[in-house]
């Protein structure tokens, strides 16, 4: 069963940058469309960006555009979350999850196997 697990968050100043990670264990994610998420203290989960099986196909969303760039490496079973630019807004736990339709699914219900989750804040 696909387990993944969130790494790479921290305290960063704004404008800085963090790379976070979505390492999967149990069996492969090459086969899924993979999406992070984020949620801010008293706010929904929202969806940031989700990469194709392949790669090849990326989406984000617009609060983050040119500013996060989504990749994977699938020999070794990761998804990456490269984020720059970094503002006090992007401040959250962030998730990533393999889409059940094979889709990019813009909404968690279309969503399983959820890591726990990093805490990335921004913050001078």
């Known amino acids: 069963q696909l387990q993944l697990v969130e790494s790479g968050g921290g305290l960063v100043q704004p404008g800085g940058s963090l790379r976070l990670s979505c390492a999967a264990s149990?069996?492969?994610?090459?086969?899924?469309?993979i999406g992070w998420f984020r949620q801010a203290p008293g706010k929904e989960r929202e969806w940031v960006s989700c990469?194709?099986?392949?790669?090849?196909?990326?989406n984000y969303a617009d609060s983050v555009k040119g500013r996060f760039t989504i990749s994977r490496d699938n020999a070794k079973n990761t998804v990456y979350l490269q984020m720059n630019s970094l503002k006090a807004e992007d401040t959250g736990v962030y998730y990533c999850a393999r889409d059940l339709s094979g889709l990019c699914n813009l909404s968690p219900r279309g969503y399983a196997s959820w890591g726990r989750g990093t805490q990335v804040t921004v913050s001078s």
């Open positions: 149990g069996s492969t994610l090459r086969y899924y469309v």
């Open positions: 990469i194709s099986s392949t790669g090849v196909s990326t």
